[in-house]
């Protein structure tokens, strides 16, 4: 699936290494304002040296500017890269779905090959965009912070021996129950949209025999189970957040206990213990980022697959038949032998054995009750679709 989609993002390989690295520079910097505001606390106040506060205060302005600077340059780098990726996915998806026969179309329905196109395709270029931004970002400060933590007091950094396990044991199981509920949740976008593109499609045959209530019911019926399926899949997600938070409060007052006991014997100093709360919030920050790109990914997965689908999908009409400098000479249409179903599994025919000829010219009028094929036959002399047995010409 990936190998399908790669070549729609290759052309922005520029935008897409620019933005990684902005993200990994802007967290560095990050991680480092911590230990020069830990050098203010523990060496310029404790010594009350005002020109130490100084230097190391306007280090900290310039590295802030700096991290600022490089987290621009990520949206930027991010953005164009995600749209990029967005438009060609697109183009190609639609000019592919231009080359469909009507077949084709209805193995997939109008309806779905919209979401595919609009939905589907925005839910990738957020999800590259955002894997720009936090897939380099969170995972760079996350190990830079622990490995600052452990070298500030690694009996502090035990904390972790609980929180880290906690967290990733979250993801996983709230991961493994989103993941089918999202493509059912596309799923059920699809049947939403067949119902308004019927209901508008068909309005005037709807008001003549007065369906109105009908196709109301129809639409309360599917939009109520979007809605369902809507809030089985983000309630899930939501559920993240609590969990989260509740690890990461609990992970702070671990460490306000422990560290506190430890600056009061004298064995850790406050400047440290500032530093190490910093570096706890900013290690379960990312840890909470990560979930939410991954929650992200899940969904852009399902898409994925749906667009490569469509991508994969090989149309059922070409002009690998035409025999070579082909052309139409008199305007005649004939039928020979032609017979033709819609499915082929199908045992029965819906054309069997037609032969006509009409003359270039001619007014030809089809009679038939509903259902006799008439339009079936039509479709053929254009190539709507092809017919499985006889010639058209």
């Known amino acids: 699936m990936m190998k399908k989609l790669w070549p729609y993002a290759r052309p922005l390989t520029g935008w897409i290494c620019v933005g990684i690295v902005c993200g990994a520079a802007e967290a560095i910097f990050e ?125 502090l950094s035990n904390v972790f021996l609980v929180a880290l396990p906690l967290l990733l044991v979250t993801v996983a199981i709230i991961l493994t129950r989103v993941g089918p509920m999202f493509r059912s949740l596309q799923e059920k976008t699809d049947a939403l949209n067949l119902v308004v593109q019927e209901n508008l499609t068909g309005i005037r045959v709807v008001k003549s025999f007065v369906r109105e209530n009908h196709e109301r019911e129809k639409f309360a019926k599917r939009n109520q189970d979007l809605k369902g399926t809507s809030l089985r899949a983000f309630g899930a997600v939501v559920v993240n957040m609590p969990v989260m938070m509740l690890i990461v409060y609990g992970t702070i007052i671990a460490v306000m206990w422990f560290g506190g006991n430890m600056v009061y014997a004298g064995t850790l100093e406050p400047g440290k213990l500032i530093t190490f709360f910093t570096y706890i919030t900013q290690i379960m920050m990312s840890l909470m980022m990560v979930s939410m790109v991954f929650m992200m990914l899940t969904r852009s997965v399902a898409c994925a697959r749906r667009i490569a689908e469509v991508l994969d999908e090989q149309p059922a009409i070409t002009d690998g038949r035409v025999a070579e400098g082909a052309a139409v000479e008199t305007g005649d249409i004939d039928f020979d032998h032609v017979s033709f179903k819609y499915n082929a599994e199908s045992p029965e025919w819906i054309l069997q054995d037609v032969n006509v000829h009409i003359r270039s010219g001619q007014t030809v009028g089809i009679l038939g009750g509903t259902g006799s094929g008439k339009t079936s036959l039509v479709s053929l002399i254009p190539r709507l679709y092809e017919a499985q047995e006889g010639t058209v010409r």
């Open 31 to 155: 991680l480092l304002i911590p230990l020069v505001m830990s050098d203010i606390v523990d060496i310029g106040i404790a010594t009350g040296d005002q020109a130490f506060i100084l230097r190391k205060g306007v280090l900290m302005v310039v590295m802030a500017l700096v991290s600022l600077c490089f987290g621009v340059g990520a949206a930027i780098c991010s953005s164009t890269a995600g749209q990029g990726f967005g438009a060609n996915l697109r183009r190609a998806e639609y000019e592919h779905i231009q080359e469909f026969a009507f077949s084709n179309i209805e193995k997939f329905s109008t309806a779905s090959l919209v979401t595919r196109l609009t939905n589907d395709v925005n839910s990738m270029q957020m999800s590259l965009m955002m894997g720009i931004r936090l897939l380099v970002r969170a995972p760079v400060m996350l190990v830079s912070a622990l490995i600052l933590s452990v070298r500030i007091s690694y009996q």
